[in-house]
């Protein structure tokens, strides 16, 4: 049964709650379960893909075999606003900073140029993508070793 997984993530929270709360072990958890999978996976970004979530959600560098983004998708390691206060913190005119920030640096067409996503498309055009994708990847085999399945360390 292939994996797609349509991706709007806006990133594990920080905070001591969260981490009490298991986050951590939980998104270990998914990160695992994605590298062990033999299937086909295909990644869909529709809006948010932030840090390490993103990456949960099996992104190009876990092994998804197609990674596809809609043109409202933003792909980076924060949020534009959180990322531009840290980098134009001491910079007067931070607003103006956010705003070439999102337009440069938070849209999937960077995240394509940088090999992050293979293609960027509209979303009318996203059922037969998919179907494309899944057709080619039909008869999709990863070799192993003997040993499908390891022992997760949690």
């Given at each position: 049964?292939?994996?797609?997984?349509?991706?709007?993530?806006?990133?594990?929270?920080?905070?001591?709650?969260?981490?009490?709360?298991?986050?951590?072990?939980?998104?270990?958890?998914?990160?695992?379960?994605?590298?062990?999978?033999?299937?086909?996976?295909?990644?869909?970004?529709?809006?948010?893909?932030?840090?390490?979530?993103?990456?949960a959600m099996c992104a190009q560098?876990?092994?998804?075999?197609?990674?596809?983004?809609?043109?409202?998708?933003?792909?980076?390691?924060m949020g534009p606003q959180g990322?531009?206060?840290?980098?134009?913190?001491?910079?007067?005119?931070?607003?103006?900073?956010?705003?070439?920030?999102?337009?440069?640096?938070?849209?999937?067409?960077?995240?394509?140029?940088?090999?992050?996503?293979?293609?960027?498309?509209?979303?009318?055009?996203?059922?037969?993508?998919?179907?494309?994708?899944?057709?080619?990847?039909?008869?999709?085999?990863?070799?192993?070793?003997?040993?499908?399945?390891?022992?997760?360390?949690?």
């Amino acid at each position: 049964i292939p994996l797609i997984n349509i991706v709007d993530v806006p990133g594990f929270l920080p905070g001591t709650d969260q981490e009490y709360g298991g986050i951590i072990r939980h998104g270990a958890k998914m990160l695992y379960a994605y590298c062990e999978a033999t299937v086909p996976k295909i990644t869909l970004v529709t809006r948010k893909a932030y840090g390490g979530a993103y990456l949960a959600m099996c992104a190009q560098d876990l092994g998804a075999d197609h990674v596809i983004a809609w043109p409202t998708a933003e792909i980076a390691v924060m949020g534009p606003q959180g990322a531009a206060k840290i980098i134009f913190r001491k910079d007067p005119d931070v607003e103006q900073k956010t705003q070439e920030y999102i337009t440069n640096f938070a849209t999937p067409y960077y995240a394509a140029k940088h090999g992050m996503v293979e293609m960027v498309i509209e979303p009318k055009t996203t059922r037969p993508i998919l179907i494309k994708a899944l057709r080619m990847l039909k008869s999709k085999q990863e070799d192993r070793p003997t040993k499908k399945h390891g022992n997760i360390p949690l």
